[in-house]
Structures are given as structure tokens and as C-alpha cells.
């Protein structure tokens, strides 16, 4: 029976494995709907569009994550729609499930994926692929979507690293670019509509009909063409796909006011990731950092106003009960009214343990009044800054304009306000990059211990540097750049820790926390590849590869070895993929899907960059002309309301 729980055949194996309440389900604030809340057509044709959300990594990791909590709402708002969410199961349950045959089931009613219509997979990072594959197969959905039949789900990618998902084409049957909102409203209505009329021309119909909304990509419906040398011919419609795109454009959601969601938030009953309650006050940045595919792909800057703000977070602190508030965006401090959002809401929790917390902040966007306010009640957490690049020149390159005195102007203020430590943030590997450029990091962080010690007249004062390895990602400007080895990137690493451990004076007031370069050249393979790394993924999944984005599953070993030998009959290997720099008449894997960024735009930018020029945020200067706003009928949205938030006690 579809939709049947299979929670009978689940909980003898939950003994059996780690943490088995992350398998159990019955979160506040979940949600089990009817299987047939839809109806049904006056010809019986049944009405209900069934989604379940894959989040393909551990269950700590996917439950917190705002984009497939936002949809898990706003699908079940839905009156002809249910959603239910699953995540990639640990290796012991896999073992368990497989030796049982308990297929993968969703964690809200139990109910075996391939019950469902859609599989929605969220990818925040390419190391989630060998995920999607242990979920497809377990269960029971066909690897390929060339061999998925008429009652397997359609499996649609979402999520940053769909902006590029040629790597997984052979494995997904559509994705979707951009925000999620409305797009997934719109999928809904189309399939109840198909179901309604009976299921017209199966499987490949719907996926027609998807692909003529001009909103949805799907693979099979185009052919790729290559170069003797490997490059990218063309890639186009394939030749009976009449009414298909050329191009497939990304969804943007406008005012967000629009779009109060989650309302109500779930709440993990295992310890995951964050332990708190987040409200997205704005989406996009155009800050230009080159480096940022979050950036550039979110754009148009769009404002939550501070009321909508204080609305979502009255109602999300009462229906979960937690007591912290994140307030969340790529740049949260510079939402046009931070200072009255910290302010008002710093007013109405006093007196109560509600804490507000920020990401990373931007080092030119941070101030102690700011930082007071999310203080108030007496917590005073650690501050993280990023600076991203180690030398003036290289922030430069990046776009990051920040200068050296910018951060110590900065540090000062926060430990002479208090503050004992400061995290700062750089990567290593960016375009240009030279040894100086990161060992100036040490002599950075240095001048940070020495000026805290200064302004505060204490010893107890610490910095730690974390330092991740640059991976140039698709629709940015430095989507043409070369990226630095594994052994390049680590034995610049290696300079900077001895760098930073050759004096004596600042012993283990400095901490340093980095990344090795291998996993960086395995997301830089997937992150820039096309259609052919399908064979090196499933190759990896076959000999074991799971749970790629963990350090302790991760092997460099197996990723090199299945890619020699996946890739060996093909002009093109890891290096073509990843220490490569493209010329500008490339066509690249992605460009068939629109962005709204101009390609031109973006090439002018990377050749400003290998000028050091710096360009401005267009919020607050004229148009760079980019192409998003005129390509996608879109605007930036910046207040201020000139509107405040009054100390309400929370009912």
C-alpha cells in the first residue's frame, strides 16, 4: 500500500545503531499528512502532489538548514500538496537497513521514498553527490533517470550546487536554480494537474511540461556536444524537445515579507548543528566579493523589513521554545536597519534568556554598539571576522575591501570593549596568490595579539585563524581561474604554521585551524565538471564513498583512483577539471543556465581582478550593470521602513 508507515520494520533495527533517535521523527512542529489530503478528480484521478525533502548528509547537519525547513512549510501550506523530509542514513543503519530490507523512509510517517512523487534533494555543497546515490539506491529508486519508469519519483536538485548540476545529470531528472518559494508551488499545481488528466504521456510528458515552464532544468532534454580536446561544443535542446528552452532561468523570490517562513520552525530531538531559532532578514549581497558564489547568485539584495522581522521572530521563539536568535544572511550587519533590529529586539527580550547572535561579520560593518546590543543579556560569545585574503594586494583580487588598519581598528574596539577573543577567517589558493601573501596572515594575527593586549592591558587575549582552501565555483568571476594543488596548498600551510609558531611571545594565544588541500580539489572537480563525471561518482559510491564532506569518511585515495580510471578513455582528467584556467571563448558546463549574471560582466570582473581593482557595493553607488536586475525583472530592495520595534513582552 503506498504511503503505508513501515515504522514496524525500523525500530527493531534502532538498537542496533548510533544515535537511533535521529531516525524516530515526531519533531515539534513536524508535520504527517494525510496520503490523500488532495482528493480526488470527478474521474477519480487522485490530486495530491507528494514531495519528500532529501537533505543528503547526516540528519545533525540537515535539520537545521533553513532552505529545506522554509519548503517543508510551504508545501505543506499547500491544501493538494504533503511533504515529508529524509536524510542520508549513517553507514551502520545503511548496513542494517540493506541486511532488514527496510528501504529509505522519510522520518515524518515512515514512509518509503519511492511512495512519493518528487524527491527533492537540497545540495548545499558538491560533496553531497555519493549521499544522493546511498539514499536513491536504498531505496529502491533506479540510479539513472534514463531508467526510472512512470511510478518512480522525479528526482529534482536544488540548492547552491544546482546552479551547476551537469556533474549529477545522470542521476537527477530536473533541478531548479535559485529560490525555491514559488517554484516549488509551481511544480505542485503542474503535477496535480497532470495526475488530474489521468498521467498524459507517462513519465516523459511530465518532464516536458516541467522543462516548458522555462523555470525547470532537465537534463535529458539536451544534448552535449564536445571538442576533440575535451572542451564544450554546444550544449541545446535536444531534437524533439519542441517548446524548450535554450536557457533555463533562475527563480527569484521579492518581497520576502511575503514569505514569513518557517513560522514554525523544527526542533531537532538530537543534538545537531544549531541549537537555535533563525530568521533570514535579507537574500543576496552585492558586495562583490569574486570569490562568493553565494553572492552572485543570490542577487538582487532583498530586505526583510525590521517589522516582518520582529513578527517572525515573536512567533518562531513561542513555537519552538528555543533561546537563541540567529539573525541570518551572507552580510547580516549590513541590512539597512541592523542597529534598530538589535536594538528593538535587544528591548523586548531584556530581563529574558533570549540571546541574538550574527555570523561572520563583516570587519567595515562591525561596531560596539551593535555588538552591545546583541550582548545585552550578558552573553558574550567569541567574534568572528573574515577578512578572507592574508595581504592588502590579494583583498584586492578578491574584492574583499578591507584594509590591514580596517581589522585592527576593529579588534581594538572589540577587546577594549571586553571581548577576549576574535576569530578571523582567510582562505588559502585564491587567483595571484603568492607565498607572502599568506604567511602576511601570521604577521596579521600577530599585530591582533599585540593590540588586544594593548587597548585591554590583559594577557588573556586570543586569536584564532581557521583557513579553508579556495575551490573557484561556477557563475563567479574567477570561474575561469586555475586552482591551487593539494600539495601547493598545503605546503603554503605548512609556512604559515611555522610562521606563526617561531615566536615565542604569542605561544598559544594564537590558534590555528585549517583544511589540507585534497577535499578542496575534489569539490573544485565537481563543482567546475560536467556530464562526464557522472561515471567518476558512481565509480566513488560503488568502492564506498559516503559522507565525502567528513573528514574522518573523506579518502583523497579513492576519489583520485575512480577518476584515473573512469576518465581514462576520455581526453580530460582531474587536473583538466580543477589547476585548468579557462580562456574567455570557453563554453562552459553552466552556461546554458541563467543566473542573471551577464558572462561579459563577469569576465571584465575577473580581468579586474588580475588588476587589483577594487568595485563598489551597488546598493549604494550607480549600476555596474551586472544584467541581474533588467534580466530578471528584479530590483534591489534596501530600506530603511523609518519603522521601530516597540519592547512587546512575548505572549
Same mark, same amino acid.
Given at each position: 500500500?503506498? /504511503?503505508?508507515s513501515?515504522?514496524?520494520?525500523?525500530?527493531?533495527l534502532l538498537?542496533k545503531?548510533?544515535?537511533?533517535?535521529?531516525?524516530?521523527?515526531?519533531?515539534?512542529?513536524?508535520?504527517?499528512?494525510?496520503?490523500?489530503?488532495? /482528493?480526488?478528480?470527478?474521474?477519480g484521478?487522485?490530486?495530491?502532489?507528494?514531495?519528500?525533502l532529501?537533505?543528503?548528509?547526516?540528519?545533525?547537519?540537515?535539520?537545521?538548514?533553513?532552505?529545506?525547513?522554509?519548503?517543508?512549510?510551504?508545501?505543506n501550506?499547500?491544501?493538494? @500538496?504533503?511533504?515529508?523530509? &529524509?536524510?542520508?542514513?549513517?553507514?551502520?543503519?545503511?548496513?542494517?537497513?540493506?541486511e532488514?530490507g527496510?528501504?529509505?523512509l522519510? !522520518?515524518? *510517517?515512515?514512509?518509503?521514498?519511492?511512495?512519493?512523487d518528487v524527491?527533492?534533494?537540497?545540495?548545499?555543497?558538491?560533496?553531497g553527490y555519493?549521499?544522493?546515490?546511498?539514499?536513491?539506491?536504498l531505496?529502491?529508486?533506479?540510479?539513472?533517470?534514463?531508467?526510472?519508469? =512512470?511510478?518512480d519519483?522525479?528526482?529534482?536538485?536544488?540548492?547552491?550546487?544546482?546552479?551547476?548540476?551537469e556533474?549529477v545529470?545522470d542521476?537527477?531528472?530536473?533541478?531548479?536554480?535559485?529560490?525555491?518559494?514559488?517554484?516549488v508551488l509551481?511544480?505542485?499545481? +503542474?503535477?496535480k494537474?497532470?495526475?488530474?488528466q489521468?498521467?498524459?504521456? *507517462?513519465?516523459?510528458?511530465?518532464?516536458?511540461?516541467?522543462?516548458?515552464?522555462?523555470?525547470?532544468?532537465?537534463?535529458s532534454?539536451?544534448?552535449?556536444s564536445?571538442?576533440?580536446?575535451?572542451?564544450?561544443?554546444?550544449?541545446?535542446? @535536444?531534437? *524533439?524537445?519542441?517548446?524548450?528552452?535554450?536557457r533555463?532561468?533562475?527563480? &527569484? !523570490?521579492m518581497?520576502?515579507?511575503?514569505?514569513?517562513?518557517?513560522?514554525?520552525?523544527?526542533?531537532?530531538?538530537?543534538e545537531?548543528?544549531?541549537?537555535?531559532?533563525?530568521?533570514?532578514?535579507?537574500?543576496?549581497?552585492?558586495?562583490?566579493?569574486?570569490?562568493?558564489?553565494?553572492?552572485?547568485?543570490?542577487?538582487?539584495?532583498?530586505?526583510?523589513?525590521?517589522?516582518?522581522?520582529g513578527e517572525?521572530?515573536?512567533?518562531?521563539?513561542a513555537?519552538?521554545?528555543?533561546?537563541?536568535?540567529?539573525?541570518?544572511?551572507l552580510?547580516?550587519?549590513?541590512?539597512s536597519?541592523?542597529a534598530?533590529?538589535?536594538?528593538?529586539?535587544?528591548?523586548?527580550?531584556?530581563?529574558?534568556?533570549?540571546?541574538?547572535?550574527?555570523p561572520?561579520t563583516?570587519v567595515?560593518a562591525?561596531?560596539i554598539?551593535?555588538?552591545?546590543? +546583541?550582548?545585552?543579556?550578558?552573553?558574550r560569545?567569541? +567574534?568572528t571576522?573574515?577578512?578572507?585574503?592574508?595581504?592588502?594586494r590579494?583583498?584586492?583580487?578578491?574584492?574583499k575591501?578591507?584594509?590591514?588598519?580596517?581589522l585592527?581598528?576593529?579588534?581594538?574596539?572589540?577587546?577594549?570593549?571586553?571581548?577576549r577573543?576574535?576569530? =578571523?577567517?582567510?582562505?588559502?589558493?585564491?587567483?595571484?596568490?603568492?607565498?607572502?601573501?599568506?604567511?602576511?596572515?601570521?604577521? =596579521?594575527?600577530?599585530?591582533v595579539?599585540?593590540?588586544?593586549?594593548?587597548?585591554?592591558?590583559?594577557?588573556?587575549?586570543?586569536?584564532?585563524?581557521?583557513i579553508?582552501?579556495f575551490?573557484?565555483?561556477?557563475?563567479?568571476?574567477?570561474?575561469?581561474?586555475a586552482?591551487?594543488?593539494?600539495?601547493?596548498t598545503?605546503?603554503?600551510?605548512?609556512?604559515?604554521?611555522?610562521?606563526?609558531?617561531?615566536?615565542?611571545?604569542?605561544?598559544?594565544?594564537?590558534?590555528?585551524?585549517?583544511h589540507?588541500?585534497?577535499? /578542496?580539489?575534489?569539490?573544485?572537480?565537481?563543482?567546475?565538471?560536467?556530464?562526464?563525471?557522472?561515471?567518476?561518482i558512481?565509480?566513488v559510491?560503488?568502492?564506498?564513498?559516503?559522507?565525502?564532506?567528513?573528514?574522518?569518511?573523506f579518502?583523497?585515495?579513492?576519489?583520485?583512483?575512480?577518476?584515473?580510471?573512469?576518465?581514462?578513455?576520455l581526453?580530460v582528467?582531474?587536473?583538466?577539471?580543477?589547476?585548468?584556467?579557462?580562456?574567455?571563448?570557453?563554453v562552459?558546463?553552466?552556461?546554458?543556465?541563467?543566473? *542573471?549574471?551577464?558572462?561579459?560582466?563577469?569576465?571584465?570582473?575577473w580581468?579586474? @581582478?588580475?588588476?587589483e581593482?577594487?568595485?563598489?557595493d551597488c546598493?549604494?553607488?550607480?549600476c555596474?550593470?551586472?544584467?541581474v536586475?533588467?534580466?530578471?525583472?528584479?530590483d534591489?530592495?534596501?530600506?530603511?521602513t523609518?519603522?521601530? +520595534?516597540l519592547?512587546?513582552?512575548?505572549?
Amino acid at each position: 500500500m503506498s /504511503g503505508h508507515s513501515r515504522f514496524a520494520d525500523l525500530e527493531p533495527l534502532l538498537e542496533k545503531v548510533s544515535k537511533p533517535i535521529q531516525y524516530v521523527g515526531g519533531e515539534l512542529n513536524s508535520q504527517v499528512k494525510d496520503w490523500d489530503c488532495g /482528493g480526488r478528480s470527478p474521474e477519480g484521478e487522485e490530486l495530491t502532489t507528494r514531495w519528500v525533502l532529501l537533505y543528503p548528509d547526516a540528519y545533525e547537519v540537515g535539520l537545521p538548514n533553513q532552505g529545506v525547513m522554509i519548503l517543508y512549510e510551504v508545501l505543506n501550506e499547500h491544501p493538494h @500538496a504533503l511533504a515529508e523530509r &529524509t536524510y542520508t542514513v549513517w553507514p551502520d543503519m545503511e548496513q542494517a537497513m540493506r541486511e532488514a530490507g527496510v528501504p529509505q523512509l522519510t !522520518v515524518d *510517517g515512515h514512509r518509503p521514498v519511492a511512495d512519493f512523487d518528487v524527491l527533492g534533494v537540497s545540495f548545499s555543497t558538491e560533496l553531497g553527490y555519493t549521499n544522493m546515490l546511498t539514499t536513491l539506491d536504498l531505496a529502491g529508486i533506479p540510479l539513472h533517470a534514463a531508467e526510472r519508469g =512512470l511510478d518512480d519519483p522525479i528526482v529534482l536538485a536544488g540548492g547552491h550546487a544546482a546552479f551547476n548540476p551537469e556533474p549529477v545529470s545522470d542521476f537527477i531528472d530536473a533541478a531548479v536554480v535559485g529560490d525555491g518559494e514559488q517554484a516549488v508551488l509551481t511544480i505542485t499545481n +503542474l503535477i496535480k494537474d497532470w495526475k488530474a488528466q489521468g498521467r498524459p504521456g *507517462g513519465r516523459a510528458e511530465l518532464l516536458l511540461r516541467l522543462a516548458r515552464t522555462g523555470g525547470v532544468y532537465v537534463p535529458s532534454l539536451y544534448d552535449v556536444s564536445y571538442l576533440p580536446d575535451g572542451r564544450i561544443q554546444r550544449v541545446a535542446p @535536444a531534437p *524533439g524537445a519542441t517548446g524548450v528552452p535554450w536557457r533555463v532561468s533562475k527563480h &527569484t !523570490v521579492m518581497d520576502l515579507d511575503e514569505w514569513p517562513y518557517p513560522k514554525q520552525p523544527l526542533v531537532p530531538l538530537a543534538e545537531s548543528v544549531h541549537e537555535r531559532m533563525s530568521v533570514e532578514i535579507f537574500r543576496g549581497c552585492t558586495r562583490g566579493c569574486r570569490f562568493c558564489q553565494a553572492g552572485m547568485i543570490t542577487r538582487p539584495v532583498r530586505e526583510r523589513s525590521i517589522t516582518g522581522i520582529g513578527e517572525m521572530v515573536d512567533k518562531g521563539l513561542a513555537a519552538t521554545g528555543f533561546e537563541e536568535v540567529g539573525l541570518l544572511s551572507l552580510s547580516s550587519a549590513d541590512h539597512s536597519e541592523i542597529a534598530e533590529v538589535a536594538k528593538g529586539l535587544a528591548d523586548r527580550y531584556e530581563g529574558t534568556q533570549t540571546g541574538l547572535s550574527l555570523p561572520s561579520t563583516r570587519v567595515d560593518a562591525f561596531n560596539i554598539d551593535l555588538a552591545n546590543e +546583541l550582548t545585552r543579556n550578558g552573553r558574550r560569545s567569541g +567574534l568572528t571576522f573574515a577578512p578572507e585574503g592574508g595581504s592588502e594586494r590579494i583583498r584586492k583580487v578578491i574584492n574583499k575591501m578591507v584594509s590591514e588598519q580596517d581589522l585592527i581598528n576593529t579588534v581594538a574596539a572589540a577587546y577594549g570593549a571586553g571581548w577576549r577573543q576574535v576569530k =578571523l577567517y582567510f582562505m588559502c589558493g585564491l587567483p595571484t596568490e603568492t607565498d607572502e601573501d599568506v604567511l602576511q596572515i601570521a604577521d =596579521l594575527a600577530k599585530r591582533v595579539i599585540d593590540t588586544g593586549r594593548e587597548v585591554s592591558g590583559r594577557r588573556d587575549i586570543r586569536c584564532t585563524v581557521s583557513i579553508g582552501g579556495f575551490v573557484p565555483k561556477p557563475h563567479t568571476p574567477f570561474q575561469w581561474c586555475a586552482q591551487l594543488g593539494a600539495e601547493e596548498t598545503d605546503a603554503r600551510l605548512t609556512k604559515l604554521k611555522e610562521a606563526l609558531r617561531s615566536d615565542k611571545r604569542y605561544g598559544s594565544a594564537i590558534g590555528l585551524r585549517y583544511h589540507d588541500g585534497e577535499p /578542496g580539489i575534489v569539490e573544485g572537480l565537481l563543482s567546475r565538471g560536467d556530464r562526464r563525471l557522472g561515471r567518476v561518482i558512481e565509480s566513488v559510491w560503488r568502492d564506498g564513498g559516503r559522507f565525502d564532506g567528513w573528514s574522518e569518511h573523506f579518502s583523497y585515495e579513492r576519489w583520485m583512483r575512480c577518476a584515473g580510471e573512469a576518465l581514462a578513455d576520455l581526453p580530460v582528467d582531474v587536473a583538466w577539471y580543477t589547476t585548468r584556467e579557462r580562456d574567455e571563448a570557453e563554453v562552459l558546463p553552466w552556461d546554458h543556465l541563467d543566473s *542573471g549574471l551577464d558572462k561579459e560582466w563577469l569576465w571584465d570582473d575577473w580581468q579586474d @581582478a588580475l588588476d587589483e581593482t577594487e568595485v563598489e557595493d551597488c546598493r549604494w553607488t550607480p549600476c555596474f550593470d551586472c544584467g541581474v536586475c533588467p534580466q530578471m525583472g528584479t530590483d534591489i530592495q534596501v530600506g530603511p521602513t523609518g519603522k521601530t +520595534l516597540l519592547p512587546l513582552s512575548v505572549v
